[in-house]
């Protein structure tokens, strides 16, 4: 089965660095989002992006996330500088317009932990 | 989208079917209604969708009413690897703008008991 990469699948960096992660989607999806997950808040969508372009990244943090896709095979989520209160699991997904018969298809997601 | 009601969790024995109901009395006549679960610490997984007609695929069936204001999972045999979260989501689809969103609630936490 086709799935979607995240890397890496877990992190720990200290208060302040900057932290990047990357996601592989499902060649011909052309449609990506980026979620994190907390006890507290459960899954939020951070951005998401449509033919490479972003649709919305209302639900992200401008200061700090940085989301991108330099190409349709490689989407980015970037934290700088990064913060305790920012660990979690992120998650990409990917899609055909619509969401597909098949809906949206999640990779295993990152564990960021910033200490 | 609308905004959906599940119960926060429920228990359903081995074997048996469970059947897990959501609320979406807002819902709008292009709303579709999509289920996805997500396994302790997984990425949440694709189940099933439906507009109007009741479906069923390998994994499941999706019952709705016929006011479209609430639905229901099936799992038609549940095993111990069907303990999940389960999320009900409804949302347009096509080319409209923010259609492609999916929003997550809270979800239903299903325990398949042995």
């Known amino acids: 089965d086709a799935r979607v990469t995240q890397t890496p699948r877990h992190k720990v960096t200290e208060m302040g660095q900057e932290v990047t992660m990357r996601c592989q989607p499902i060649?011909?999806?052309?449609?990506v989002f980026w979620y994190r997950q907390t006890m507290m808040q459960g899954l939020e969508l951070l951005a998401y992006?449509?033919?490479?372009?972003?649709?919305?990244d209302s639900g992200m943090p401008k200061d700090r996330f940085s989301a991108e896709m330099p190409d349709a095979t490689l989407a980015t989520l970037k934290i700088q500088p990064s913060e305790p209160r920012d660990s979690a699991v992120y998650f990409c997904?990917?899609?055909?317009?619509?969401?597909?018969?098949?809906?949206?298809?999640f990779g295993s997601g990152t564990r960021l932990t910033v200490v | 989208d609308a905004k959906t009601t599940q119960p926060p969790s429920m228990d359903c024995a081995e074997g048996r079917a469970a059947n897990l109901p959501c609320n979406h009395s807002?819902?709008?006549?292009?709303?579709?209604v999509y289920w996805y679960r997500q396994i302790h610490s997984q990425g949440p997984q694709y189940i099933i969708h439906?507009?109007?007609n009741n479906e069923t695929n390998e994994m499941a069936s999706l019952i709705i009413t016929e006011d479209r204001k609430s639905s229901t999972l099936i799992l038609p045999h549940a095993t111990l690897r069907d303990t999940a979260v389960y999320y009900c989501?409804?949302?347009?689809?096509?080319?409209?703008?923010?259609?492609?969103?999916?929003?997550f609630g809270q979800g239903t936490r299903l325990t398949i008991n042995p």
């Open positions: 997904a990917s899609g055909s317009d619509g969401g597909g018969p098949g809906g949206y298809t």
């Open positions: 060649l011909g999806h052309n449609t």
């Open positions: 992006f449509r033919n490479r372009a972003p649709l919305d």
């Open positions: 807002t819902i709008s006549g292009n709303e579709y």
């Open positions: 439906g507009l109007k």
């Open positions: 989501i409804v949302r347009v689809v096509g080319l409209i703008q923010g259609a492609q969103k999916l929003v």
